[in-house]
Nanobody
Framework: QVQLVESGGGLVQPGGSLRLSCAAS????????MNWYRQAPGKQRQLVAQ???????YYAEPVKGRFTISRDDAKNTVYLQMNSLKPEDTAVYYC?????????WGQGTQVTVSS
């Protein structure tokens, strides 16, 4: 079992940057995959980035080259560094993992990219 708490969202102008954090209630070193999803108004929730236990990463095509997922095992925290933000990045961003047959989600953090 794990609890996930996101933070770091906010309002940013196009071209700006934000760093999202996902704090886990337990050690993440043994968790196979940590994910960031996003859901824009009226759209389905979509996978944005994934980090495996072995350090492999996956990025959705729209964010490649702009977003970076990373982890700090000492802090039980996963990050999503978002650069060169665009209005189409506006969404609620969720941290997620799948552990012992259960999907765990954080409460989400709003990211709004607007001038």
């Amino acid at each position: 079992q794990v609890q996930l708490v996101e933070s770091g969202g906010g309002l940013v102008q196009p071209g700006g940057s934000l760093r999202l954090s996902c704090a886990a209630s337990r050690s993440i070193t043994s968790i196979n995959r940590m994910n960031w999803y996003r859901q824009a108004p009226g759209k389905q929730r979509q996978l944005v980035a994934q980090l495996t236990r072995g350090g492999n990463t996956y990025y959705a095509e729209p964010v490649k080259g702009r977003f970076t997922i990373s982890r700090d095992d000492a802090k039980n925290t996963v990050y999503l560094q978002m650069n060169s933000l665009k209005p189409e990045d506006t969404a609620v961003y969720y941290c997620n993992t799948f552990l012992t047959g259960v999907d765990y989600w954080g409460q989400g953090t709003q990211v709004t990219v607007s001038s």
